[in-house]
C-alpha cells in the first residue's frame, strides 16, 4: 500500500495557514476560499496548532463567541496529532479513526509537507484497491499473453 509521501506526491504539498492572532472570521474566510476544512496555525514559520471546522462549531457557536471577535489562539488545538511521510495510508486511517479527527498534517522531520483529509485517504486507498483489482482481473483472465 502506498505510503502519506505517495499521497502528498499525487494531492500536492500547499497547506493553507493562518496566524494565530487572526480572528475565527478571517479563518472562516480562508477556508471557504480555499474551500478546505482546517487550517495549520503557524507562528514565525513553527506549528503552533491546528484549527478545524470542528473546533469553530464547538468552541465558538456552542459557548456563545463571536466569530468576528474570537482569536484563532483562544479556540486551535494545540495538541497536533501528526504523522510522519513514511507511514503506511493504513496507520493513517486507523490514527483518524481512534482519534476520531479529520484532518492530519504531514511532517518529513521538522518539515511540514501536507496537511491530509479522512475524504484523501479514502480516495487513495479506494484507487489502490481498484488498481489491485484490475491487475488481478489481468492475471486471472491471463491477459498480455
Do not use: W
Amino acid at each position: 500500500m502506498s505510503t502519506v509521501r505517495d499521497m502528498i506526491r499525487k494531492k500536492g504539498e500547499e497547506v493553507f495557514s493562518i496566524a494565530p492572532d487572526a480572528t475565527v472570521l478571517e479563518a472562516l474566510k480562508l477556508m471557504a476560499k480555499h474551500n478546505t476544512g482546517a487550517l495549520m496555525v503557524v507562528k514565525n514559520g513553527k506549528v503552533e496548532g491546528i484549527l478545524s471546522e470542528r473546533d469553530i462549531v464547538r468552541k465558538v457557536e456552542l459557548e456563545g463567541f463571536t466569530a468576528k471577535d474570537t482569536k484563532v489562539s483562544e479556540i486551535m488545538t494545540t495538541k497536533v496529532i501528526y504523522v510522519e511521510a513514511g507511514q503506511q495510508l493504513e496507520e493513517c486511517m486507523a490514527l483518524m479513526i481512534d482519534k476520531n479527527i479529520r484532518h492530519l498534517p504531514v511532517f518529513d522531520g521538522k518539515e511540514l509537507l501536507g496537511l491530509i483529509s479522512v475524504r484523501d485517504v479514502l480516495k487513495e486507498v479506494v484507487d489502490v484497491q481498484k488498481f489491485m483489482i484490475s491487475q488481478l482481473e489481468h492475471y486471472i483472465t491471463g491477459g498480455g499473453r
